[in-house]
Structure formats: structure tokens, C-alpha cells
């Protein structure tokens, strides 16, 4: 069946420390976001892709980059891992056209200490 | 800036009961709308989605749009304790790419 993945699903770290959460697809959709949950706020948009080669800003972007190399795998990176990022973050997919489902990884919980 | 809001409750319901969950949202514009559920520590899981105005219905679930109103409900008919969750509502903007903008969810308890 296909499915969405998130790698690690736990993880520590410590402040300045790069960290890299992975996200693997195998529905083959064009589009993978991520997003980030704290209570209070939400759901919120990190980044996102439309296809290879293409990534996008979203509304909380700052201090995170990502990289789209082929259809399945969209890697969060944080630079220099800070407290302020400590979350669950969660991955998506959807198919392409505006009426599409986005189907959401398992989630990775990050503390930066 | 475009925005949902959702009364973020909590929301208390006797089994048996209705639960109504409600949002309204920014942009009159809108095409796509969503109710995810989620479950503590748990992730977000399509419900409903509803494209265009009235009722949408599935199973003990069903989605209302008022699209004049700016205004998108759930309502779980016949509330069972395993809906105890987190609903949220999400809205693809017009001219928003496919982006989903999520309100911060209602928590719904229902009580056996």
C-alpha cells in the first residue's frame, strides 16, 4: 500500500546543531509539504514542493531549507538547530490539482535543548 | 492575510448526542474545504471535504458549506467516545496553490 514516512520519529539535539528529518512518499504525488504543531498555534506551513527541483517559502520558513532531488523524498534541514524549533513536525502529500487530499506522515517530535 | 477560525472549545458531548463544529474563514473566494481529525499524539486524518455549497453526508458524518457566509460545520451524529479528538478545519484559498491554511482545531470529548 502506499504510504507517507517520517524518519526520525523521536529526536534530541542541542542548540546550533544541524538536524535533517526525513520524508519518503510512495503515493508518487507531485506535491510534499511540511508543517510544524505547537499548541496554540496550529498547524503552520514550513515549506513546500510542487515537483523536482522546485521547494517554496512558507509561513514559518525561517531557519529551514529543503531540497526535492526526486518524487518521493522532500528532507527538512534546520541550520543551526534553536529551542524556538522544538515541535512535531509533520509531513504531507497531495496529488496536484486544488480538490486533492493531503496525507499526512506519522509526525517526528523535536526537542532542542 | 488569510485566515480560519475555529472555536477552539473544548467541546463536551454525551454520547448518543450531536456534536456541531463550526469555522468560518477569511477569503469569500475559497474553493476546497477539509475536516481532519486528529488524535492525541497521533497525526491529522481527512474526515470530510466539501467543495461547494450545502450538505455533504458520510455515514454519522456530515459537512455543511455556506459559502455567502463564509462558514463550513461538522457535524458527528450519534457521538461515540472513540470521537474524542481534535477536529481541525482547512481551507485551499483561492489562488493559494494548493496550500492548505488550518484553524487551530477544536478538541471534542465525548462522554460515555
Redesign the interface.
Known sequence: DAEITQSPRHKITETGRQVTLACHQTWNHNNMFWYRQDLGHGLRLIHYSYGVQDTNKGEVSDGYSVSRSNTEDLPLTLESAASSQTSVYFCASSGGTSQETQYFGPGTRLLVL | QKEVEQNSGPLSVPEGAIASLNCTYSDRVS??F?WYRQYSG?????IM?I?SNGDKEDGRFTAQLNKASQYVSLLIRDSQPSDSATY?CAV?FAGG?????????TKLTVNP
Open positions: 474553493q476546497s477539509f497521533k497525526s491529522p486524518e481527512l471535504s467543495y481541525l485551499i496553490s494548493e496550500k492548505l491554511v488550518f484553524g487551530k482545531g
